[in-house]
């Protein structure tokens, strides 16, 4: 690269190097869900109900009793994460039990507990 790159008030140093981290970058669309996975991970009530989800599954009305808020707003953030695909749902008569949707959920989280619990 003989032309010298530039970014606002910044020269390129190392165009070895920015051009491998370039070519390795995830693409827009994988960029855009990782932003929207990490907003979904910013609410507190999210998070605690997943924190819960690792442990067992449990329907509706025993998260509202375990994180102290009501079955509507309960129910208004499983569907958030139902939609993120962070947790999946099972019926059994009148009752909807939900529960991480995969082992990656439980992985991240953990490893995210580890990161806080290490500082």
């Known amino acids: 690269m003989s032309d010298m790159i530039k970014a606002h008030d910044c020269n390129v140093i190392h165009v070895d190097i920015l051009?491998?981290?370039?070519?390795?970058?995830?693409?827009?669309?994988?960029?855009?869900?990782?932003?929207?996975?990490?907003?979904?991970?910013?609410?507190?009530?999210?998070?605690?109900?997943?924190?819960?989800?690792?442990?067992?599954?449990?329907?509706?009305?025993?998260?509202?009793?375990?994180?102290?808020?009501?079955?509507?707003?309960i129910s208004h953030q499983l569907r958030s994460l139902k939609e993120a695909h962070l947790v999946k749902s099972r019926r059994s008569g009148k009752n909807v039990f939900y529960s991480l949707d995969d082992e990656h959920v439980k992985d991240i989280l953990e490893k995210a507990l580890d990161h806080i619990i290490e500082k």
């Not at 997943?50 to 599954?57: K, R, S, V, Y």
């Open 19 to 73: 051009n491998k981290v370039k070519k390795n970058m995830p693409n827009e669309y994988a960029m855009r869900n990782l932003t929207e996975f990490f907003k979904i991970m910013g609410d507190g009530t999210r998070i605690q109900i997943l924190c819960a989800l690792i442990q067992n599954e449990m329907c509706v009305c025993d998260l509202a009793v375990l994180i102290n808020v009501t079955k509507s707003a």
